[in-house]
T-cell receptor, first 112, second 114 residues
């Protein structure tokens, strides 16, 4: 069964600090992995997409990594801002279809 | 349109009633997806449309759930004889086509079944 697990479940950090969110998956065959940011009361918005051959990809203060061998991905947020407070969801697509497996998300809160 | 829109934003209904949730995808997007998100849980795939047809209905939890799409545009998700366990946020997303990866999500409809 395809599964995506994220950790930590929730995280509180001070503004300006860095943090790293983790995603482990057991999806086969792997097609790609995407990180979404979901603000409270809003739909998810895509941050980055990682394919099998990509190890790291940045989008502003967000940097995603992918280790296809260990089936792990991380999302690193640098110099956090209050607006980073949201749920971060890891989503893995299995090859050959439109099946997406969603993680339950990491709830990040950035405080002053 | 500017983005995916959904209506209503909130719906409170009594157990046993039928509800209809509406999704307006981004203009020109041929693929449309419905998801359910229960409190504290991840998104759960329900159904996807390519054009007006639904190649994958595997996520629909029971025969009380149905969806249709017309004019390769608006979609409605209907839940008949609602149960309390149907309470969730129902999210709709659209993409250019089924092979195009980026899905754009609407704000969701929060359904509460009393």
């Amino acid at each position: 069964k395809n599964q995506v697990e994220q950790s930590p479940q929730s995280l509180i950090i001070l503004e300006g600090k860095n943090c790293t969110l983790q995603c482990n998956y057991t999806v086969s065959p792997f097609s790609n992995l995407r990180w979404y940011k979901q603000d409270t009361g809003r739909g998810p918005v895509s941050l980055t997409i990682m394919t099998f051959s990509e190890n790291t990809k940045s989008n502003g203060r967000y940097t995603a990594t992918l280790d296809a061998d260990t089936k792990q991905s991380s999302l690193h947020i640098t110099a956090s801002q209050l607006s980073d407070s949201a749920s971060y969801i890891c989503v893995v697509r299995s090859g050959g279809g439109n099946k997406l497996t969603f993680g339950t998300g990491t709830q990040l809160k950035v405080e002053l | 349109g500017a983005g995916v829109s959904q209506s209503p934003s909130n719906k409170v209904t009594e157990k046993g009633k039928d509800v209809e949730l509406r999704c307006d995808p981004i203009s020109g997007h041929t693929a449309l997806y419905w998801y359910r998100q229960r409190l504290g849980q991840g998104l759960e795939f329900l159904i996807y449309f390519q054009g007006n047809s639904a190649p994958d209905k595997s996520g629909l939890p029971s025969d009380r759930f149905s969806a249709e799409r017309t004019g390769e545009s608006v979609s409605t998700l209907t839940i008949q004889r609602t149960q309390q366990e149907d309470s969730a946020v129902y999210l709709c997303a659209s993409s250019l086509d089924s092979g195009y990866d980026t899905q754009y999500f609407g704000p969701g409809t929060r359904l509460t079944v009393l």
